[in-house]
């Protein structure tokens, strides 16, 4: 008699959460299924918040629209970012030589050891979440960010970082990484 019970608490629950998943709404709230006014709505815990932030989505109040030049250049980056080129000489004698686990150069954020570079600038470079944004000082690129869930690297004041950055030039040659606040 107690399983039944048991059993039947779950065959209720389970349904009950995944409604509640069905009806998450694309701003990080959850609609109410019998609410008053069709704008209710009840805000995420704070772990939730937490890991969308993480991931890189900005949450929905600072949300704006992109403009026709922001655009531009989000498509002139992905269309270099689409055929990268990332040389052994670049990766070993620069990226790895300055932010790599063993590396010495005081200052410079490091990446931690086992995490595979090449294949996280690969990510970085493809994946569609990236925030990409065009060089600074009027140096001729772009700079792609994506933040991991994980921490990738540690900073000079041994703060574990979780979001790493990848320069590209114009012709879409890869000219740095490294993780970065």
Not at 81 to 110: E, Q
Request: aromatic fraction near 8%; proline fraction near 7%; charged fraction near 25%.
């Amino acid at each position: 008699m107690l399983r039944r019970r048991r059993r039947s608490a779950r065959v209720v629950f389970l349904p009950l959460l995944f409604i509640l998943l069905l009806l998450s709404g694309p701003a990080g709230r959850v609609q109410a299924a019998f609410s008053p006014h069709p704008g209710f709505s009840r805000p995420l815990s704070s772990s939730l918040q937490e890991d969308l932030r993480i991931r890189g989505v900005p949450p929905a109040s600072t949300q704006r629209p992109e403009t026709a030049e922001e655009a531009a250049v989000r498509k002139r980056a992905r269309l270099a970012a689409d055929h990268y080129l990332l040389s052994n000489k670049v990766l070993f004698g620069h990226i790895l030589a300055r932010h790599g686990a063993d590396a010495t150069v005081p200052g410079k954020s490091r990446f931690l050891r086992g995490y595979d570079v090449r294949a996280g600038i690969d990510y970085v470079l493809k994946s569609p979440d990236a925030r990409i944004q065009e060089n600074t000082e009027g140096r001729r690129g772009y700079l792609f960010e994506f933040s991991y869930r994980t921490p990738i690297g540690i900073s000079p004041e041994k703060k574990k970082l979780r979001t790493m950055r990848v320069v590209i030039d114009a012709q879409g040659r890869v000219i740095t990484a490294f993780p970065v606040k």
